[in-house]
Each structure stands twice: as C-alpha cells, then as structure tokens.
C-alpha cells in the first residue's frame, strides 16, 4: 500500500437500527476510499458499552452496509474489528500516558468537584484541576485524567468547517480511564485509530466537540492527527435534528417498505453535497468519482422523504420489466402477501407489473395495486364504495355491465371491454368516468388504481362477473335494510 494511500474508518456502535444519517456518514467514507486503488474503508464496531449492544445491531449494521453496496467482498472494505479487542491496547496506553506525565490519577466525587466550583461562585464550570500536582498513585476511587496542556487553543483543521479554534482554558482535564482501568470512549477511540493506521476522520458535526481532546491525545502519543472532516446535520422539515424517537431514520425501515438501494444511496450522497450542475438523478459509479469532501457544505442538510420518495420512483421506472418482477418478489411471497399462496399466478403478474411499474413510487405499493387478482374477494374500502355506489348510479350500472359482459360475443380484451362499458354508460347518461367507478370498486375494491380494463381482462370474465352479481347482492341488501 502505498505510503500516502487514504485509510478511512466507519465505526458504528450496535445499540439500535441503522441511522440514515450514518448511512451518509459510511458512504462518503466509501467513496473517498474507492477513488484510490489502495485506498481502504475500515468497518470498526465500537461495542465497548456491553450493555447496549446487541448482536443482531452488529449483524444489522453489516447488512444495512451491504445493501447500500459496502460490503467485504470489496477489496477496499476493511474489517470488521471490535473495538472491545483492543482493550488491552487501551489501557496499556492509558498507562504510557501517566508514565509519561500526560495524565494524572485523581480522587475527586462529582460533588466535591461542584462543592469547590460552588464556592468560587463558578458552579457551572467543570473540574478544576485539584489533583494535578498532588502526586496519587493507581488506586480505588481514582479516574485517570488528561492533562491539557496550559495556554493556548488546540487548532483544528476541518476540510468542511475551515479553522476551528478551541482555547485550552475551556477544556478540563478529561478523564480517559474510570478507577477501574477500563477505557472512555475519548482515548479508545484515538488508540484504535492509531492503530489502525486512519488519517482521514469523516463522521457527524456531534463529535466536533471531541475533536480537540482527541487531537490533544494524538499529539501526546506522538503521532500526527488525521485529517479532520464534520458533516453537517441532517434536519426535518421542521429544521430539527433528526431523531430516533420522532422521525423515521432507520435504514431498515425504509429498506422494509421497498425503496432501492441505489435511490436510496443517491439521495444520501446528495445530503451535503452536489455533484455540480442540475442534475440529481445520478448513479453511484458517476458519483464516486465527482465527490470530494471540501465541496460538502457545512450547513445543515434537510432529509426531505417526499423527495426520496420521487428519487425511488424514477429509479423503479428505469429498471427494465424483468428486473423489476424479480425486486417485487419479496412483496409476493407467501410470508407478505395477503393472498392464499395458491392464487398468485406469476404469468398474470408478470402481464400487469409494467402498468403497475409507472405508478409505485416504493415497492411495498405493489401489493395493493394487484392483490385484488390473487384474492378470492377484493378487499372493501368503505370510503370507495360509498363514493362509487350512489343512489341512482351504482345499482343500475352494476345491472347493465353484468348483462353486457355476459354477452358471450363480446372480445374479452382491453379495448373492446372499454367500449362497452362506455356504451353501456351512455345508455344510462353516464361519460365513461362516472361508469366505470362502481365497476372499478366492485372488481377491485378500490376507486383508484390500476388502469381498469386491463385489469378487468386479466382477471377474466367469470370473476369479473362473480363480483359484479356479489356487488350487486350487497347494494340490494343494504336498499331492503334502508326501506324496511
């Protein structure tokens, strides 16, 4: 590998779904990464707080990537490490650093930390260095701290933010080990990335606030700090971070309601950055080249679904009919659909997916767009029917389309059935849109969806004609309940 090769790292911890945001944060780590032939993307979970993690988040998080296209198989993907294997790295560190007299043991409480700034008449400041010079030893109760270096900011070069500059004066001297040995995040961190060889850090504008303890830890174990990149926030339409408890931010969530992988992955690319021009509709391996991470903007970046939703739309209209058959598969299956397995029919699939395909913008809308040819009965939409069937309309021209439909001369195909039930509406008063709907809703049970006559054709005239005559039973029955 050659010496000035990129070596960038995505280090999620396994404590729950995996976050859109992430997914941006892992993918502009890929595509730096994949722009040089040795440039490598270190895939580290950081599982030190045993509490939290899960296995399955790990296996999520491993998946989640995969399906975004990063994945082992990839000569640039590197790992996965965990972090909980190089605990034994951390704490020999952690000593190096009190040898070395760049960190000190201390025996404060918390209240005794306030007690003093309380005192002072600062109670809202942080530790005050009372241990610093008073010489402890390892022992119980003792936290091993940082020593911040007296005078002066800590600078930090940002390639998205410019120069930051954070005084020293408003940095406490941290602590990078509790009393039992056992690492903070702060140092652990550092130690992997050392380790690992990183010198380029590109993750979310939250952990700038680390940025300078951790440049500070680099200095004091000698090396040189990685060059540093934080990517703006990502908001909702109200501006506000994305949350967890109160947006929709899992990856798997939008992967379970049948968005692509490459919408999705062009989307997020575009959370920050652009690639120049008008154009967004743009495949990954147009993409990856065209990105660099001084071009990201530091402002925050609003997640806006209705836009990846018509992102995913384009993206399953350009996938060619058989692709797109084999991508509605799993909304098929006898473990999602709401059919007995026995109904589906994959050749009568196959001759409605390309009417169905220029009106899903996700893939899970396939199921409700042609379940009512696999169903025995179409499921009833009450708001449907009570628009459909009116007084006056809807009996009497459920009674004309069964008697035209049962002429055995008539062609049973699309065009033929249109004029049909044009004619047939005419002879009512009727233009063909106030005709067809309560024949839609009584086949398909719905007032809007799949062109009509085509549907009625697939599904063939005896069904056709077997909802119809239970439409009309319904309707029937409800004007004797109304009259009695």
Request: aromatic fraction near 8%; include cysteine.
């Amino acid at each position: 590998m050659a010496e000035n090769s990129i070596r960038v790292r995505f280090a999620p911890s396994p404590t729950g779904m995996f976050h859109v945001g992430g997914a941006r944060s892992a993918l502009f780590n890929w595509a730096l990464a994949r722009q040089q032939p040795d440039g490598k993307f270190v895939l580290r979970i950081e599982d030190t707080d045993a509490a939290r993690n899960k296995p399955e988040w790990t296996e999520g998080i491993i998946r989640a990537l995969a399906w975004l296209g990063i994945h082992e198989q990839d000569p640039h993907f590197e790992g996965p490490y965990f972090q909980s294997s190089f605990a034994d790295k951390h704490r020999e560190t952690a000593q190096r650093l009190y040898k070395d007299g760049a960190a000190y043991y201390c025996d404060c409480t918390r209240e005794q930390v306030q007690e003093r700034r309380s005192a002072e008449g600062n109670p809202h400041l942080g530790y005050d260095g009372f241990c610093r010079d008073r010489g402890l030893e390892p022992g119980p109760g003792r936290a091993l701290r940082f020593r911040v270096p007296d005078g002066g900011p800590t600078v930090v070069d940002d390639q998205i933010r410019g120069r930051v500059e954070f005084e020293h004066s408003a940095i406490e001297d941290f602590v990078i080990a509790r009393a039992d040995g056992s690492p903070l995040f702060v140092l652990a961190n550092v130690v992997d990335d050392v380790e690992m060889g990183i010198n380029e850090v590109i993750r979310g504008e939250e952990h700038l606030s680390n940025t300078p303890k951790q440049q500070l830890l680099w200095r004091a174990l000698g090396r040189t700090p990685p060059r540093w990149a934080h990517l703006p926030v990502i908001v909702n339409e109200k501006r506000q971070k994305l949350s967890k408890r109160r947006d929709k931010v899992a990856l798997e969530a939008y992967q379970a309601e049948g968005y692509l992988p490459e919408a999705m992955v062009n989307y997020l690319m575009l959370l920050g950055w652009s690639p120049g021009g008008d154009r967004e509709i743009m495949p990954w391996a147009q993409m990856e080249p065209l990105f660099a991470i001084s071009e990201v903007n530091s402002s925050s970046a609003f997640f806006d679904e209705k836009k990846l939703r018509a992102f995913n739309g384009e993206y399953i209209r350009s996938l060619s009919a058989d692709e797109f058959v084999e991508r509605c598969r799993p909304w098929l299956s006898a473990d999602a659909a709401p059919w007995p397995p026995e109904n589906y029919d994959d050749a009568v699939f196959r001759a409605i997916a390309p009417l169905a395909q220029s009106r899903i913008a996700v893939l899970s809308e396939i199921t409700p767009n042609v379940d009512f040819l696999f169903l025995d009965a179409p499921v009833e939409d009450e708001k449907s029917w009570n628009k459909a069937m009116k007084p006056g309309v809807g009996e009497e021209m459920l009674t004309a389309a069964l008697e035209r439909f049962a002429d055995p001369a008539l062609e049973w195909e699309p065009e033929a059935l249109k004029a049909a039930l044009e004619e047939t509406g005419a002879g009512l008063g009727l233009k063909l849109g106030k005709a067809q709907a309560p024949v839609r809703v009584a086949v398909t049970g719905r007032t809007v969806g799949l062109p009509l006559f085509e549907s009625l054709a697939l599904l063939g005239r005896e069904r056709v004609q077997e909802r119809l005559r239970a439409a009309l039973a319904k309707l029937r029955a409800a004007s004797r309940d109304t009259e009695g």
